[in-house]
């Protein structure tokens, strides 16, 4: 049981937009940013979104983050057969005094 | 290019031991002891899963219940190098285990990771 609630799944068709919701409570998300994941099969996590909406350089701008209160969201605007990939949020928690992950959201792009 | 190369994954059976290693490199001269490390693991087909935090200085470390007690944590600066001393394995530590670099400034989240190495505890 991860601390952070995410749905398993996810699908979209190609140019379509996507969101990936993410609840957790006030140790972590309420109280601290929010960072999103894209795991491709086989390969390490990459970051994609952290500081809530802010994203590294190199990640494409279709991708964006939002927060409010203790739930955030991914956004994927025009969702490419590439973005087919496994997303976890995460957030530090108070309580725990450490990350706390997403169960992860499969993508698939029909 | 920033670098986190994990080493020392393997086969231990339940009650053993095993050191995991993760050497950095590409950091700016002298930056290294700057950031915050992370273990982070991930269980066949399942999701990742919070595994230890040490500060930049070392000073500071944090695990979580799963791990209390038989994981330990550490750093050594000079050697640009982490380190995950893992004693009374279980099955359920089986899992890929990989190194991540926090952000500098707090907690925003972890922007480099390793490739990962895999540990499997098994009889």
């Known amino acids: 049981q991860s601390v952070l609630t995410q749905p398993p799944s996810a699908s979209g068709t190609p140019g379509q937009r996507v969101t990936i919701s993410c609840s957790g409570s006030s140790s972590n998300i309420g109280s601290y940013t929010v960072n999103w994941y894209q795991q491709l099969p086989g390969t390490a996590p990459k970051l994609l979104i952290y500081?809530?909406?802010w994203r590294p350089s190199g990640v494409p701008d279709r991708f964006s983050g939002s927060k409010s209160g203790t739930s955030a969201s991914l956004a994927i605007s025009g969702v490419q057969s590439e973005d087919e990939a496994d997303y976890y949020c995460?957030?530090?928690?108070?309580?725990?005094?450490?990350?706390?992950f997403g169960g992860g959201t499969k993508l698939t792009v029909l | 290019e920033v670098q986190l190369v994990e080493s020392g994954g393997g086969l231990v059976q339940p009650g053993g031991s095993l050191r995991l290693s993760c050497a950095a490199s590409g950091f700016p001269f002298n930056t290294y002891s700057l950031y915050h490390l992370n273990w982070v693991r991930q269980a066949p087909g399942k999701g990742l899963e919070w595994v230890s935090f040490i500060s930049s200085s070392g000073s500071t470390i944090f695990y979580p219940d799963s791990v209390k007690g038989r994981f330990t944590v550490s750093r050594d600066n000079a050697k640009n190098s982490l380190y995950l001393q893992m004693h009374s394995l279980i099955v359920e530590d089986t899992a890929v285990y990989y190194c991540?670099?926090?952000?500098?400034?707090?907690?925003?989240?972890?922007?480099?990771w390793g490739q990962g190495t895999a540990v499997t505890v098994s009889s």
């Open positions: 991540a670099r926090g952000i500098q400034g707090g907690h925003y989240g972890l922007d480099v």
């Open positions: 995460a957030s530090w928690d108070d309580s725990l005094s450490g990350w706390v």
């Open positions: 500081n809530n909406n």
